[in-house]
């Protein structure tokens, strides 16, 4: 009758467990202004999360929900969480504290399954304005006046953290080939005199698309790479594609920026909007934008003709999308699709150190060329490119006036200085550029 009656008792208890939400790990993703959790569940779970302070901690339950492993232990580096403990309340719900450095904000959101995860319970937390914080500040350096400035180069690894990008058919994540390029990018820029490349991502942690363009402004940077791997599901797809802002999403991002409130305050071509009424803040946007949007494809062209010598691409011309980390009105930016890590011929090139390589000096030729067409006041490039006669060669689809008008002097003067007597250019032409004044 005993054994019974504890049979009984399992049978009642079993529908009160068996549809509970089950915590299988807990991971911490720690980036220089922001630390992300990831809560890998069975199945979504109602949560609430709020804050305690003398000391600072969050607080996270999770209603209905087991975890039966250990709390993970923050990176020693992470400026917001000291430790992390977890407990079950009340017999049924999870409970998480974490224990915290400095006070914080914070925001939540549940994930659907895709290929390579199940559901997910993201927490990210911030510092909390206007409180104090550890994290890196970039301080401006002016030069003296008779030095010169670097041409700063924003490079983006594509995705991070919790966000691995594209799996290669072996087993080669997006987010760890993009950042190896990303940093040999980084290597040949560094290397050639008057450039300086900074890294948007340093580690293996997600930064928000919005985020990684403020942080390139931070910096002040002339240009934004960002670094991707393309992926299909036809395993025979491969090349390289180079893309820069369509029309239609540099409108879009136009639109936004003017109704945020907190983009007031942002400069657009060294001009503060705060102070300007709706329509001339729009114009100067478009201006801006116009401007960064030419710059950006002229560099892109380069780029990708460079990468058409290292093999196959996959597109022939430079591609025009709404990613949003090409919508910053003031820098110009594109993105380059590396290779398909999809084929499995292109993931083994993406893991060779020496096409890693290769992949950089295309980027950094590309870009490099372009601002020795176009070079910014008061840099290196500039200073010389004053000093010394300059050439250019021409190139399949190139116009006389394009040319002069890419070097800032008239149509007539370089007919002139060359001593052309109409407009027609052949491919593999010496053109004499004049310097002005």
Request: aromatic share 6%.
């Amino acid at each position: 009758m005993r054994r019974l009656f504890a049979f009984l008792l399992t049978l009642l208890a079993w529908p009160l467990t068996s549809g509970a939400a089950e915590v299988q790990a807990i991971r911490t993703w720690s980036a220089p202004d922001q630390t992300r959790l990831v809560f890998d569940i069975t199945s979504p779970s109602e949560h609430k999360l709020f804050t305690l302070d003398k000391p600072d901690r969050l607080v996270i339950d999770v209603k209905g929900t087991q975890y039966r492993g250990a709390a993970p232990t923050p990176d020693l580096k992470d400026v917001f969480i000291s430790s992390i403990r977890s407990g079950i309340r009340a017999g049924t719900d999870l409970r998480v504290v974490l224990d915290l450095k400095q006070p914080v904000k914070y925001k939540s959101f549940l994930l659907e399954p895709n290929d390579q995860y199940g559901h997910r319970l993201v927490v990210d937390i911030a510092a909390k304005a206007g409180a104090g914080t550890s994290l890196p500040v970039v301080t401006e350096i002016i030069p003296p006046a008779d030095k010169p400035r670097d041409i700063i180069i924003a490079i983006d690894a594509g995705h991070g953290g919790e966000d691995p990008g594209a799996l290669g058919r072996h087993g080669t994540r997006e987010k760890d080939v993009v950042l190896a390029i990303a940093r040999r990018v980084k290597a040949a820029v560094d290397a050639e005199p008057g450039m300086k490349g900074v890294l948007v991502r340093t580690g293996d942690y997600y930064i928000p698309l919005r985020n990684r363009m403020t942080i390139a402004r931070k910096h002040k940077a002339d240009f934004f790479v960002s670094i991707h791997a393309d992926a299909f599901k036809d395993a025979r797809a491969r090349g390289s594609s180079v893309y820069v802002l369509s029309k239609r999403g540099a409108s879009s991002e136009a639109a936004k920026w003017l109704a945020e409130i907190e983009n007031s305050a942002d400069l657009v071509g060294g001009v503060s909007l705060d102070d300007k009424d709706e329509v001339l803040a729009s114009v100067l946007l478009d201006l801006s934008q116009t401007a960064s949007m030419q710059a950006s494809h002229d560099a892109a062209d380069q780029v990708l003709r460079n990468l058409r010598k290292l093999g196959p691409v996959h597109a022939t011309k430079v591609q025009k999308a709404r990613f949003v980390v090409l919508k910053s009105p003031d820098i110009p930016s594109m993105l380059v699709e590396t290779a398909f890590i999809s084929n499995p011929k292109e993931e083994k090139k993406l893991r060779d150190p020496s096409h890693q390589k290769q992949i950089a000096r295309a980027i950094l030729d590309g870009v490099k060329r372009y601002f020795e067409r176009y070079p910014p006041p008061g840099t290196l490039i500039a200073m010389e490119a004053a000093r010394e006669p300059q050439t250019y060669i021409c190139e399949r689809g190139d116009t006389l006036s394009e040319i002069a008008s890419r070097h800032r002097i008239s149509l007539a003067k370089l007919r002139s200085h060359n001593g052309l007597e109409s407009d027609t250019i052949r491919v593999g032409q010496i053109l004499q550029i004049p310097v002005e004044g």
